[in-house]
């Protein structure tokens, strides 16, 4: 018999596989069914003739499911969860559901989210997902079903997929107003190649991506992976740019930029990559033509390119630098990167101002220990905890009071984000006493005093929220909060208010924590720091959750990963995944909170985030629970559970033992399940809860 005559000949018995399979239990899966376990039982058996396996191992009315029933199981959810989604696209609107959708490079990042926020004001029913992989990365991901559509510069030739040419574009080379070339009558090709350009770059192999001119060579001061920074660089007037035409035309228009005398670089494409066969076609298909229409658009505007109009003093101001300053000031472009989340930019910004004051001499031990300082930030947002802690202890040595003070409670903080409380409340104690001698040395202690006392009070809110001592927590934020208006430090002022906000949603007071929250979002948005509103996205996604508002919920964790789309931050990737994955799941929608769970746990690898990857194990191993996948869900929770044990994290620990005593009780283990709660009791007595991850 051919496989098609026995797909037929077997089609009426699969429920009543199904039900056996995710019940190994006779009479439960016949209470289902409305059969007598005999009746189902003769099914299996015929089953199980025709497909020539047995299909489960047998103790009385106990079936376990063996290798060759799991196989067919696995099929058959496989080609249930398709034919749902087809049923699913033909019952509902063509702008209903779920889309995944990738931007890769600049100008897929201009396009993408607003083409898809069009399309949400047609349908509030659409919920798109944006990421920002590289596109070798993305492709891979299409072909594992895990990403819906690609948007990218690069043809993608494969015969297994649909790639659609959707456009293209011009692109110059572009200065601001306070660039030394603009208002040079006369610009020559070798004149432009001799000041340092800012570029696009891929997000994982760090080559440029903007359209430049092959072979040709040029400086570079800064690689960077969004393309608003590369703009906003470019406007500040220090670097030049490659931008596409369409995106420097309104600049233009204001006198804000200037398009460079050179050579014609070549035209920029766009092409959408997706496979064929998604249950979910006509929405991509939706997808793909608002973004074309949306570049035709863009492309067909009247343009002025060769203008440069007039410059009122207003927007002059709003082009000034983000600050190469002398001095004191040396580290500020790299304090700007790091607001807008352009951590390897910020990075080698550091690097290069501190190498140029040791070169010039001018180097101080306190220098030395605000590099370091800088340097940790940047490593913790990447989450390389080990080697930022590092950095900060190996500063300490000879540094003064405030900054020994920032050090030790940097550490403290990164300790915490490790799940180490027990060192980081030591690093905080030592922390506490230097900034008590700082002030004891000079009355207040100064700028960095005070910049010190912030660092402090927010390693002790961070230290106690993670305990569970929220009133406590709150108190310490809000010395923070007080501490951060006398430093005049907007950033650092958006982080204490967000932290308070976050502290008091896991306090249950809403009301409060919204108005803390908008208050931080504001002030995010005046700053531009897309990683901070992110993760207020991020809180608020939670407190919706809290109420089973699931609406609220998506539409903020779906905001958040749209603004996180350029970042390159793995750990804030994961993060929302996490939630997302819990709404789902909340949802009893086990293949979106799957694929959910899935992004978050690459992502929290990629970076050795390892609390995010415990939530995502342990997200994966409930969903497998639902399911009744037992097996799965075992291995999920172990490496949950081997991971909760390395790091220390008692909460995680707790919710690693809980789901350890679920698999024992769904195995008819009472003791060992017993054992596991008795456990996870002991690691954390109080009520475990997901937290948002606090910025750093």
Same mark, same amino acid.
């Given at each position: 018999?051919?496989?098609?005559?026995?797909?037929?000949?077997?089609?009426?018995?699969?429920?009543?596989?199904?039900?056996?399979?995710?019940?190994?239990?006779?009479?439960?899966?016949?209470?289902?069914?409305?059969?007598?376990?005999?009746?189902?039982?003769?099914?299996?058996?015929?089953?199980?003739?025709?497909?020539?396996?047995?299909?489960?191992?047998?103790?009385?009315?106990?079936?376990?499911?063996?290798?060759?029933?799991?196989?067919?199981?696995?099929?058959?959810?496989?080609?249930?969860?398709?034919?749902?989604?087809?049923?699913?696209?033909?019952?509902?609107?063509?702008?209903?559901?779920?889309?995944?959708?990738?931007?890769?490079?600049?100008?897929?990042? &201009?396009?993408?989210?607003?083409?898809?926020?069009?399309?949400?004001?047609?349908?509030?029913?659409? &919920?798109?997902?944006?990421?920002?992989?590289?596109?070798?990365?993305?492709?891979?991901?299409?072909?594992?079903?895990?990403?819906?559509?690609?948007?990218?510069?690069?043809?993608?030739?494969?015969?297994?997929?649909?790639?659609?040419?959707?456009?293209?574009?011009?692109?110059?080379?572009?200065?601001?107003?306070?660039?030394?070339?603009?208002?040079?009558?006369?610009?020559?090709?070798?004149?432009?190649?001799?000041?340092?350009?800012?570029?696009?770059?891929?997000?994982?192999?760090?080559?440029?991506?903007?359209?430049?001119?092959?072979?040709?060579?040029?400086?570079?001061?800064?690689?960077?992976?969004?393309?608003? &920074?590369?703009?906003?660089?470019?406007?500040?007037?220090?670097?030049?740019?490659?931008?596409?035409?369409?995106?420097?035309?309104?600049?233009?228009?204001?006198?804000?930029?200037?398009?460079?005398?050179?050579? =014609?670089?070549?035209?920029?494409?766009?092409?959408?990559?997706?496979?064929?066969?998604?249950?979910?076609?006509?929405?991509?298909?939706?997808?793909?033509?608002?973004?074309?229409?949306?570049?035709?658009?863009?492309?067909?505007?009247?343009?002025?390119?060769?203008?440069?109009?007039?410059?009122?003093?207003?927007?002059?101001?709003?082009?000034?630098?983000?600050?190469?300053? =002398?001095?004191?000031?040396?580290?500020?472009?790299?304090?700007?990167?790091?607001?807008?989340?352009?951590?390897?930019?910020?990075?080698?910004?550091?690097?290069?101002?501190?190498?140029?004051?040791?070169?010039?001499?001018?180097?101080?031990?306190?220098?030395?220990?605000?590099?370091?300082?800088?340097?940790?930030?940047?490593?913790?947002?990447?989450?390389?905890?080990?080697?930022?802690?590092? !950095?900060?202890?190996?500063?300490?040595?000879?540094?003064?009071?405030?900054?020994?003070?920032?050090?030790?409670?940097?550490?403290?903080?990164?300790?915490?984000?490790?799940?180490?409380?027990?060192?980081?409340?030591?690093?905080?104690?030592?922390?506490?006493?230097?900034?008590?001698?700082?002030?004891?040395?000079?009355?207040?202690?100064?700028?960095?005093?005070?910049?010190?006392?912030?660092?402090?009070?927010?390693?002790?809110?961070?230290?106690?929220?993670?305990?569970?001592?929220?009133?406590?927590?709150?108190?310490?934020?809000?010395?923070?909060?007080?501490?951060?208006?006398?430093?005049?430090?907007?950033?650092?002022?958006?982080?204490?208010?967000?932290?308070?906000?976050?502290?008091?949603?896991?306090?249950?007071?809403?009301?409060?924590?919204?108005?803390?929250?908008?208050?931080?979002?504001?002030?995010?948005?005046?700053?531009?720091?897309?990683?901070?509103?992110?993760?207020?996205?991020?809180?608020?996604?939670?407190?919706?959750?809290?109420?089973?508002?699931?609406?609220?919920?998506?539409?903020?964790?779906?905001?958040?990963?749209?603004?996180?789309?350029?970042?390159?931050?793995?750990?804030?990737?994961?993060?929302?995944?996490?939630?997302?994955?819990?709404?789902?799941?909340?949802?009893?929608?086990?293949?979106?909170?799957?694929?959910?769970?899935?992004?978050?746990?690459?992502?929290?690898?990629?970076?050795?985030?390892?609390?995010?990857?415990?939530?995502?194990?342990?997200?994966?191993?409930?969903?497998?629970?639902?399911?009744?996948?037992?097996?799965?869900?075992?291995?999920?929770?172990?490496?949950?559970?081997?991971?909760?044990?390395?790091?220390?994290?008692?909460?995680?620990?707790?919710?690693?033992?809980?789901?350890?005593?679920?698999?024992?009780?769904?195995?008819?283990?009472?003791?060992?399940?017993?054992?596991?709660?008795?456990? !996870?009791?002991?690691?954390?007595?109080?009520? &475990?809860?997901?937290?948002?991850?606090?910025?750093?």
């Amino acid at each position: 018999m051919d496989r098609r005559r026995l797909l037929f000949t077997i089609w009426n018995w699969l429920p009543a596989f199904q039900a056996v399979a995710e019940a190994e239990h006779l009479p439960t899966a016949s209470a289902r069914l409305s059969l007598t376990p005999s009746a189902l039982s003769r099914t299996i058996t015929m089953l199980e003739d025709r497909v020539g396996r047995q299909l489960f191992a047998r103790t009385g009315r106990t079936l376990s499911l063996n290798a060759h029933g799991r196989r067919l199981l696995a099929g058959m959810t496989s080609a249930y969860s398709a034919l749902s989604a087809s049923l699913a696209a033909l019952s509902s609107g063509e702008l209903e559901g779920p889309v995944y959708a990738c931007a890769c490079g600049p100008m897929a990042q &201009v396009l993408v989210v607003p083409a898809l926020r069009e399309l949400q004001q047609r349908s509030a029913k659409l &919920v798109p997902y944006v990421y920002g992989y590289d596109v070798v990365e993305a492709i891979d991901l299409v072909r594992a079903g895990q990403l819906d559509v690609v948007f990218a510069s690069a043809r993608v030739e494969a015969s297994d997929l649909t790639t659609t040419f959707l456009g293209e574009t011009s692109s110059g080379v572009f200065c601001g107003r306070r660039h030394p070339l603009f208002s040079n009558a006369v610009v020559r090709t070798e004149q432009v190649l001799q000041h340092p350009f800012v570029v696009s770059c891929s997000p994982t192999d760090g080559r440029p991506n903007d359209s430049f001119l092959p072979g040709v060579e040029r400086r570079v001061d800064l690689y960077v992976h969004q393309s608003h &920074v590369m703009l906003d660089l470019c406007l500040s007037g220090n670097l030049l740019a490659v931008l596409p035409d369409f995106v420097a035309e309104p600049h233009l228009q204001q006198g804000a930029l200037r398009r460079l005398p050179f050579p =014609e670089l070549p035209s920029t494409p766009l092409f959408a990559t997706s496979a064929g066969t998604e249950a979910n076609q006509e929405r991509v298909r939706l997808v793909i033509e608002q973004v074309g229409s949306l570049l035709a658009a863009a492309v067909t505007r009247p343009s002025r390119s060769e203008s440069r109009g007039s410059t009122s003093e207003e927007d002059t101001e709003a082009c000034d630098s983000p600050g190469r300053e =002398e001095d004191g000031g040396w580290p500020a472009m790299g304090d700007e990167l790091l607001i807008h989340g352009e951590y390897a930019a910020a990075q080698r910004a550091y690097e290069s101002a501190y190498r140029a004051r040791r070169k010039a001499g001018r180097a101080t031990e306190e220098d030395a220990a605000r590099y370091a300082l800088a340097i940790a930030n940047v490593l913790t947002r990447k989450g390389r905890y080990g080697e930022a802690e590092t !950095a900060c202890e190996r500063a300490l040595e000879g540094a003064a009071p405030a900054m020994a003070a920032a050090l030790e409670a940097t550490v403290s903080l990164i300790r915490c984000f490790r799940g180490d409380f027990a060192s980081a409340k030591e690093s905080l104690e030592r922390a506490r006493g230097h900034a008590v001698a700082a002030t004891a040395r000079s009355a207040g202690g100064g700028m960095d005093g005070a910049r010190a006392w912030a660092l402090v009070e927010r390693a002790e809110g961070n230290l106690l929220l993670e305990t569970d001592k929220v009133r406590e927590a709150i108190a310490a934020y809000e010395k923070c909060v007080a501490t951060c208006e006398t430093v005049g430090d907007d950033w650092e002022q958006s982080i204490a208010l967000f932290n308070l906000g976050d502290a008091y949603a896991i306090a249950g007071d809403v009301e409060r924590a919204t108005s803390l929250l908008d208050e931080t979002y504001r002030k995010k948005d005046e700053i531009g720091d897309r990683w901070g509103q992110a993760h207020v996205h991020l809180v608020r996604a939670r407190v919706a959750l809290g109420r089973d508002d699931f609406a609220v919920a998506l539409g903020e964790v779906t905001t958040g990963l749209q603004l996180a789309t350029e970042l390159a931050d793995p750990k804030l990737t994961a993060a929302l995944d996490n939630s997302l994955g819990r709404i789902r799941l909340s949802l009893g929608e086990h293949d979106e909170a799957q694929r959910a769970y899935r992004f978050a746990l690459r992502e929290a690898e990629r970076c050795d985030a390892r609390v995010d990857a415990m939530r995502a194990l342990l997200g994966l191993c409930s969903v497998q629970l639902q399911r009744r996948r037992i097996a799965a869900a075992k291995g999920y929770a172990e490496r949950a559970h081997a991971l909760a044990r390395q790091g220390g994290s008692r909460p995680e620990l707790a919710n690693a033992l809980y789901a350890l005593g679920e698999i024992a009780t769904a195995e008819d283990r009472p003791a060992d399940a017993a054992s596991f709660f008795r456990s !996870a009791f002991e690691a954390h007595t109080s009520k &475990v809860t997901e937290r948002a991850i606090r910025p750093g």
